[in-house]
């Protein structure tokens, strides 16, 4: 009698499909000949995750499967067990901060509000009401038509309405769009206080920064594929580590480019055109590095700057290991 080798484990910051509130099982999604998710796999539980990607890289399609609202090409897309296709009665755990603009004009913050409470038929809608408003710091223009709204504020109502009914699982496309530093700070803890109480939160951002501040565990999703995925502290470090250029600008092109060629955070040196390029695999080491060597060569360094600092190049490296 034989029997199969275990299942691989989960990687680091993942889940098994079997535990998870969002299991995501070799899903594919394609538009006629234009693939936007390719054959993606991951698990989450509850914390915060952040899925992180530039613009275009599929995070608005996957959120969109995982409330349900797309049907997966292939694979299977199951919150909190469950398929999210055509299983409506998930709505009543499951709450959606869509991306685009989702509020009716001339209806007033409360309202709004107000009617997502009903349409979950929560026993007592307007105390569910006024605390999400208050969650989400917006009582003092709870009473405004949201037509009237900045994009900010437009984005907290989307949100009140969403935690209205105090969902396990919680989808936010781009919720930081519009909102100012205060807002924002506002909103990032109050879903650490959800994460804290075991709420499962899921949030795309195509910036580095938000995702960083606030999610425990991220998933980068470049072309419709998952590059990387795991605690952000070491998808952080791959995305330090990685080969670098710069281009540099000195008293001396010639005589800094023979001194770096020596330093052993240096792999690469090209002088071309009166422009020095230097290549590193350790961008601390090298920046650390310039100014001694520079000043050992008795040159003095005008610009540092780096070539490949744009999140496509960052990621396009995470897909390429």
Do not use: C
């Not at 608005?60 to 199951?78: D, I």
């Not at 969403?162 to 989808?171: F, K, M, Y």
């Amino acid at each position: 009698m034989t029997t199969s080798p275990p299942p691989p484990p989960p990687p680091p910051g993942a889940v098994a499909a079997s535990d998870a509130a969002i299991a995501v099982i070799n899903v594919s999604r394609w538009y006629g000949n234009v693939v936007a998710v390719n054959d993606i796999s991951f698990g989450i539980g509850p914390g915060v995750t952040g899925l992180l990607g530039p613009n275009g890289a599929g995070k608005s399609t996957m959120l969109h499967m995982l409330s349900g609202f797309l049907r997966p090409s292939n694979g299977e897309v199951r919150v909190l067990g469950k398929s999210t296709w055509q299983h409506p009665d998930m709505y009543r755990q499951v709450g959606l901060v869509p991306e685009r603009e989702a509020v009716y004009p001339f209806l007033t913050g409360y309202e709004f509000v107000l009617l997502a409470a009903r349409l979950q038929k929560l026993p007592d809608p307007e105390a569910a009401a006024a605390r999400a408003i208050r969650l989400v710091d917006l009582e003092s223009a709870q009473h405004r038509a949201t037509g009237g709204y900045s994009k900010g504020m437009k984005q907290r109502v989307k949100v009140a309405a969403a935690i209205v009914h105090e969902p396990q699982v919680l989808l936010l496309d781009e919720p930081f769009n519009g909102a100012d530093p205060r807002q924002r700070l506002h909103m990032m803890d109050m879903l650490r206080r959800m994460a804290a109480d075991g709420k499962t939160i899921v949030f795309s951002s195509h910036i580095l920064e938000e995702v960083e501040r606030l999610a425990e565990n991220v998933l980068v999703i470049v072309a419709g594929r998952l590059a990387a995925s795991g605690d952000f502290r070491a998808i952080r470090q791959l995305m330090t580590d990685r080969p670098h250029t710069f281009t540099v600008q000195s008293s001396d092109n010639r005589r800094l480019a023979s001194a770096l060629v020596a330093d052993p955070s240096v792999f690469g040196v090209e002088l071309e055109d009166g422009r020095l390029s230097v290549r590193t695999s350790e961008f601390a080491a090298f920046t650390v590095a310039l100014p001694k060597v520079a000043q050992a060569a008795e040159v003095s360094v005008f610009e540092l700057r780096p070539t490949d600092e744009s999140l496509e190049s960052v990621f396009s490296y995470l897909v390429k290991r």
